[in-house]
Each structure stands twice: as C-alpha cells, then as structure tokens.
T-cell receptor
C-alpha cells in the first residue's frame, strides 16, 4: 500500500486566498483525521471522520475552516479566506482498528505558508 | 482540560546508552497511551501502544511503562544508535461520550544520539 497520500506537499498563498488540502487515506481504513502542527501548539486534532461522517470537529479553529469526505478514499480541508496565522504543517491520518484512538497512520503533510 | 507534558529540552546521549523520555499527564486517566516517532519533514510514525492495565510493553529495543498512579509514561530506547535521533511524541487516548475518542499529543521530545 502507498500509505496516506496528501497533496500538495507545499503550498504558498497570499492572505485572503482559498486553500484546499487533499488526502487519500489507506484503503480499508474507516477513520480519517486532520491535524495541524506548529512549533507553538504542537500537533492538534482539527476534525475526524468515521465512515465518511464527521464525528468531532471541535478542533476546527474558525468558520474559515471546513472539511469534507465525499467518499471513503478522499477528503479535503479548505481554508477560506486564509490568514498568515494559518501557516503550519497539516497532516492527514487514517486508522482501521474500530476505534478513533488506536494507532494512526500519518501522511507526509502539507506545509502551508500564507503570506 | 486534558494536559500532556513532555520534556521540551532536547535529550543528547552517547551511542550505546539507554535513552529515557518522559510523558506526564493531568486532568484525565487515559485507557491507552501511544508513542510516535517523527523525523524532520515527515509525519509521525506509530511505535507502541500501552493500555492502562499493562505496566510495561516491549518491542525490540523499545520499552514503554505506564504508571497510572504517577500519571506518567516512560519511553526507553536501549543500545541507542544515531539512527534513533528524532522527535518522539506521546499521545493519550481521550474517550468522550458515546465512546467517541481522540488522541491528544504532547509537544514531543527531540532525541539526539551522538556516535
């Protein structure tokens, strides 16, 4: 298996622009997670899905952030409009062992820079 | 809210020695605790999971302990090698209502093994 796939790997954009991050989980995994990592706050959970349904979005910082999972093999995280404080590395992860707190498999991340 | 603390200072040790990393938590009693390794520019990689009824878990040169009284987990790497140099993240499994749950990550401790 190719593992969790994220695109793009790097994104540089200007404040106010829309940003869309993409994730393909490992086939057969029923949980998908979006995290954000910064030096100041570490790795924070933004939202997670189970069988394509959002379960917990309490970590989504503002209404500017939205996430969708239209099918079992694809998810997007959208920021609109983007702000410089959104600059971070965004990770997608997936897991399959029946709960949302078992071992997770992370993608390589998308490094977002908002100017 | 749940709080998880890892030593923010980097740990520098000599090759061949045992590295010991500490993870302390407050305001919660997790049923599970996990350790991940993260290399620069990459996503975290799962290493070990330990349950609250397990005092110790081993995997090759790795050993994890879980003391629910002290609210502490220790992560040991024996016979350390320069290739073990990385950041190690501790994560506790927070289980909420309806058996939904998520991982809460510590900030990580960077280990540097010198040849």
């Amino acid at each position: 298996d190719a593992g969790v796939i994220q695109s793009p790997r790097h994104e540089v954009t200007e404040m106010g622009q829309e940003v869309t991050l993409r994730c393909k989980p490992i086939s057969g995994h029923d949980y998908l997670f979006w995290y954000r990592q910064t030096m100041m706050r570490g790795l924070e959970l933004l939202i997670y899905f189970n069988n394509n349904v959002p379960i917990d979005d309490s970590g989504m910082p503002e209404d500017r952030f939205s996430a969708k999972m239209p099918n079992a093999s694809f998810s997007t995280l959208k920021i609109q409009p983007s702000e410089p404080r959104d600059s971070a590395v965004y990770f997608c992860a997936s897991s399959f062992k029946g709960t949302s707190y078992n071992e997770q498999f992370f993608g390589p991340g998308t490094r977002l820079t908002v100017l | 809210s749940q709080k998880i603390e890892q030593n923010s200072e980097a740990l520098n040790i000599q090759e061949g020695k045992t590295a010991t990393l500490t993870c302390n938590y407050t305001n919660y009693s997790p049923a599970y605790l996990q350790w991940y390794r993260q290399d620069p520019g990459r996503g975290p990689v799962f290493l070990l999971l330990i349950r609250e009824n397990e005092k110790e878990k081993r995997k090759e040169r790795l050993k994890v302990t879980f003391d629910t009284t002290l609210k502490q987990s220790l992560f040991h790497i024996t016979a350390s090698q320069p290739a073990d140099s990385a950041t190690y993240l501790c994560a506790l499994a927070y289980i909420g209502s309806g058996n939904t749950g998520k991982l809460i990550f510590g900030q990580g401790t960077t280990l540097q093994v010198k040849p």
